[in-house]
């Protein structure tokens, strides 16, 4: 899921699939989008966002068979460039590519 919120404090939390999240070598998470219009206009007052991320393949704490992650970062929309290029060749649904820059990961399970 990703929150975010515009000026007020009524989150906004829309969902993606785990499989379409690019982690950059700079550690930036990018997401291929198809919409978001709100998310996309609460960006554009605040850019701060939430993501909880699940896998079963990633062992957690205390050798559990899967894990959770949040993390907070600073995010921005675009439609142009060679990482949406990138993106839209392997996604051809998408108008616009989610880039998040990281500020904190905390591991949940």
Do not use: H
Not at 6 to 16: A, E, K, L
Not at 79 to 99: H, P, R, T, V, W
Request: net charge negative; charged share 25%; proline share 2%.
């Amino acid at each position: 899921s990703i929150t975010s919120w515009g000026s007020g404090d009524q989150p906004n939390v829309r969902c993606t699939w785990n499989s379409y999240i690019r982690i950059t070598e700079d550690e930036r998470i990018l997401i291929p989008i198809a919409g978001f219009t709100s998310t996309q206009n609460d960006v554009s007052k605040n850019d701060k966002v939430i993501l909880t991320l699940g896998s079963r393949e990633v062992e957690g704490f205390n050798n559990y068979q899967g894990t959770g992650f949040l993390v907070e970062g600073k995010a921005r929309f675009t439609d142009c460039g060679a990482e949406f290029e990138q993106m839209k060749k392997e996604y051809s649904f998408i108008n616009k590519l989610l880039e998040i820059t990281i500020e904190s990961a905390k591991q949940l399970l």
